[in-house]
């Protein structure tokens, strides 16, 4: 087993151990804007309207508040939440304006072992 599977079966473990009761399922959705006549090569069409298509995706994590020395009014406000979560038991990756439990995702950044997402939310 790589490194990187060796430390995402450790916190998958204290995740259902020591952090169970900190655990909380997530919820998060994307909606895009799609076009419906892509596959039609017509510059005479007029355009159609777009449509938009959600994305919904799954997981477990731990909410957590940011220390005072992480805060920055800037780019860490008061209010923001952090979401620690592991990447192999989220169904897709997070981006920036996804919905989650309520939230709006403001920013995600990975560990350099790539075994878990920090997601920075704001309340929506």
């Keep these: 087993m790589s490194l990187r599977g060796e430390l995402q079966a450790d916190l998958a473990e204290a995740f259902d151990d020591d952090l169970a009761d900190a655990m909380t399922a997530i919820v998060g959705t994307r909606t895009t804007a799609s076009d419906t ?6 510059w005479m069409n007029p355009p159609s309207e777009p449509t938009t298509s959600t994305l919904t995706y799954t997981g477990r994590g731990v909410f957590d508040s940011y220390t005072t020395y992480e ?3 800037d780019i860490i406000n008061v209010t923001d ?12 990756e997070p981006i920036a304006d996804d919905k989650i439990n309520g939230y709006s995702v403001v920013r995600v950044s990975k560990d350099p072992a790539d075994a878990t997402y920090e997601i920075q939310l704001r309340q929506v």
């Design 37 to 42: 006549d892509s596959s039609i090569d017509d």
């Design 71 to 73: 805060l920055d009014s």
């Design 81 to 92: 939440v952090k979401l620690i979560c592991l990447q192999n038991e989220i169904t897709a």
